[in-house]
């Protein structure tokens, strides 16, 4: 294992790849797990989206920006393309999916004694942590890409 000093601070080669092979996992896990529910939606269609957006008193198009947080976010997190960006979209989406599906389940327990918006918190604050991490060296775009 390498250590060389930068600056101020002190790198451990050894401990900068485990650092980035776990961005590399969140951003695997984050990204395939969300593809899900995108791809059920490209064939379900956002008809159930636009209807809750409508209701909500905003124009039903705001709908199909549920794309760009299941799928094209997702795949940029995926192959570390603009990952902070992406990520940033994937919060939003979750605060706007609770707020305007989920928020009367907010302190509900499930059946099985997890908390009812477990998954929902999952796609949240592993988001939150790609937006502070980034992707790491592992992605198509570096650990110097813009955004990452």
């Known amino acids: 294992m390498e250590t060389r000093e930068t600056g101020t601070v002190r790198v451990v080669d050894g401990a900068r790849s485990a650092d980035d092979l776990g961005k590399l996992i969140l951003r695997i896990m984050l990204a395939g797990l969300l593809l899900f529910h995108g791809i059920a939606k490209v064939f379900s269609g956002p008809g159930f989206i636009m209807d ?20 094209v976010a997702p795949l940029l997190i995926l192959f570390g393309i603009m990952t902070r960006a992406a990520a940033l979209v994937v919060v939003v989406n979750m605060v706007v999916a609770v707020a305007l599906v989920h928020a ?4 509900d327990i499930s059946k099985t004694g997890g908390w009812a918006l477990e998954l929902q918190a999952f796609y949240f604050f ?10 790491g ?8 890409g813009r955004w990452n």
Request: proline residues 2%; hydrophobic residues 55%.
């Open 137 to 144: 060296r592992y992605s198509v775009a570096g650990i110097n």
């Open 104 to 107: 009367s389940q907010f302190l």
């Open 126 to 135: 592993t988001a939150l942590a790609l937006v502070v991490m980034g992707a």
């Open 52 to 71: 809750v957006v409508a209701k909500a008193g905003l124009p039903s198009a705001l709908g199909y920006l549920v794309y760009v947080g299941e799928i």
